[in-house]
C-alpha cells in the first residue's frame, strides 16, 4: 500500500473542485484500511473516507490531513431460496452494483439506479430517489470504528444499529470516525416480486402499460436512467454534486404560511408547479426546494461566471468549467438567503464541505 502526499482532488469528485490531501492512500483491503488508520493514528492526522467524491466538495486549500479511498470492490450473491444475500465492497461504484442485480433479473435496488458514487457513500447517506432508499434492502456493514479503542476490531452493525433516516445515518457528521468496508443487502429473484413500488413515486403500472408486459428489473433499470438522463441527473451530464439542498420538512403551520406567501406573490405559478409539498404521517410537510427557489432569481439555466444552476434541475449546482469551490460555496449560500428571506425557510445543505471551506466574495 503507497501513502502519497500532495495529491489533487478535484479529479475525484464529481463536482471537479478543491485542493490536495497532505496525505493520500487507496485501501484494498480491510487490513489495509487499518493500517491507514493506524498511519493517521500515529501522526496525529484527520481522517476523511472518500468514496465516489459524488456528495462531497473540498476546500480549495485541501484537506490538511490523511484522505482514505476504500477499494475494495467485490461482490458475492448467495440465493437461498426466493431470497438472495449480496455481499459487497464498500468501493464498488454503486450503480455497477445496481447493473449486475438487474442484469441478473435481481428485485430490491433497481430504483436506485444511475447514481454515482459507492456502496459505501450509498450507505453514508442512505442513498434515495423514487421514494426508493438503500436501507430498504440493506442488512448489515462491517465498519473500522476510530475510536473503538481496538485496532483493527471489525465492528457489524446490523441495520437497527444504523439510524437510517431521510439521507442519513449514523456514519455521516462524524469525521472519519467510521469506514465501512463492506455491507450486506437482501434481495429477491426474479418472479417473486416483494418489493412493493407502493408509495413509490415510481409508476411501475405505467411502464407495464407502455411495454405491454410486466417489466423486468432490467425494463425498470432502463427507464429510471432515461428519466435521470432527462433531468440532468447522471454524473456525466453536468459537473454537480447532484441536488446541493434536502428538501425541508415543516410544521402544518409553517406549510399554509408558504401556501400564502407563494400566492400572493404569484398564484399561478404556485397552482402550475403543484404538487410541492408532501403532507408526512406526523402531520408535518416535506417541501420541493426547486419550488421555493422558483420565486427567486436562482432557477434552472441560471448563470454565475464559471458556475450556474442546471439547464435541468434547479438544486443541481453546476461548475461550468474552471470554477473554484469558494464560487460554488458563495452560490450556495446565496440561494439559502434569498430562500429564507422571501420563505423563512433555511434550505440545509446536502453536499458535505471538506476542510476550511470560503465563500468567494
Ligand atoms: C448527478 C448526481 C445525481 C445524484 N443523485 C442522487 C440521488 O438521486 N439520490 C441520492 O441520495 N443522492 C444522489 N446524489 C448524491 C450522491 O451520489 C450520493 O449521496 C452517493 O451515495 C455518495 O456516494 P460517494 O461514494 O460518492 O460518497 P462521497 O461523496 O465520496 O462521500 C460522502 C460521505 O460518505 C462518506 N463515505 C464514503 N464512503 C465511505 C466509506 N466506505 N466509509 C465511511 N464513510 C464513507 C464520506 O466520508 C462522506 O462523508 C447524486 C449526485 C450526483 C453527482
Same mark, same amino acid.
Given at each position: 500500500m503507497k501513502f502519497q502526499e500532495h495529491v489533487s482532488l478535484a479529479p475525484l469528485t464529481t463536482l471537479g473542485v478543491g485542493g490536495a490531501a497532505r496525505f493520500f492512500v487507496e485501501a484494498r483491503s480491510s487490513e489495509e484500511a487499518s493500517e491507514a488508520l493506524a498511519f493517521a493514528r500515529a501522526r496525529a492526522l484527520p481522517v476523511f473516507v472518500l468514496g465516489g467524491g459524488s456528495n462531497i466538495m473540498i476546500a480549495? /486549500?485541501?484537506?490538511?490531513g490523511l484522505v482514505l479511498v476504500p477499494r475494495m470492490a467485490d461482490v458475492i450473491f448467495e440465493e437461498q431460496g426466493d431470497v438472495v444475500l449480496a455481499t459487497v465492497g464498500a468501493g464498488m461504484v454503486w450503480d455497477d452494483f445496481v447493473a449486475e442485480t438487474a442484469k441478473r433479473g435481481y428485485?430490491?435496488? $433497481?430504483?436506485? /439506479?444511475?447514481?454515482?458514487?459507492t456502496v459505501g457513500g450509498a450507505i453514508v447517506a442512505n442513498l434515495g430517489a423514487y421514494g426508493a432508499q438503500? /436501507?430498504?434492502t440493506f442488512i448489515s456493514a462491517d465498519v473500522l470504528d476510530r475510536e473503538s479503542g481496538e485496532e483493527g476490531a471489525i465492528r457489524v452493525f446490523e441495520k437497527d444499529a444504523c439510524n437510517f433516516s431521510y439521507h442519513d445515518s449514523i456514519f455521516s457528521h462524524v469525521g472519519g470516525r467510521y469506514v465501512v468496508l463492506r455491507a450486506r443487502f437482501k434481495l429477491y429473484r426474479s418472479g417473486t416480486s416483494r418489493f412493493s413500488y407502493q408509495g413509490n413515486r415510481f409508476n411501475l403500472e405505467a411502464l407495464a402499460t407502455e411495454l405491454g408486459h410486466e417489466p423486468t428489473q432490467g425494463d425498470v433499470r432502463s427507464a429510471i436512467v432515461k428519466m435521470r438522463r432527462d433531468k440532468g441527473m447522471l454524473a456525466e451530464i453536468y459537473r454537480s454534486a447532484g441536488s446541493f439542498f434536502h428538501l425541508p420538512f415543516v410544521s402544518a403551520e409553517k406549510y399554509a404560511e408558504t401556501v400564502a406567501t407563494a400566492r400572493s406573490l404569484d398564484a399561478k405559478k404556485e397552482e402550475e408547479l403543484r404538487p410541492w409539498a408532501w403532507e408526512q404521517s406526523d402531520g408535518s410537510y416535506k417541501l420541493a426546494s426547486g419550488f421555493l427557489l $422558483?420565486? /427567486?432569481?436562482?432557477? =434552472?439555466?441560471y448563470i454565475r461566471g464559471p458556475v450556474g444552476i442546471s439547464p435541468k434541475h434547479t438544486l443541481a449546482i453546476i461548475n =461550468?468549467?474552471?470554477? =473554484?469551490t469558494a464560487d460554488i460555496a458563495a452560490l450556495a449560500r446565496d440561494m439559502q438567503n434569498a430562500v429564507e428571506k422571501i420563505f423563512g425557510i433555511r434550505l440545509e445543505r446536502e453536499v458535505e464541505y471538506i476542510g476550511e471551506v470560503e465563500h468567494a466574495q
Open positions: 480549495d /486549500s485541501g484537506f490538511d428485485v430490491g435496488i $433497481e430504483c436506485l /439506479s444511475g447514481i454515482p458514487g438503500a /436501507s430498504d $422558483e420565486y /427567486s432569481e436562482f432557477q =434552472r439555466g =461550468r468549467g474552471n470554477a =473554484r
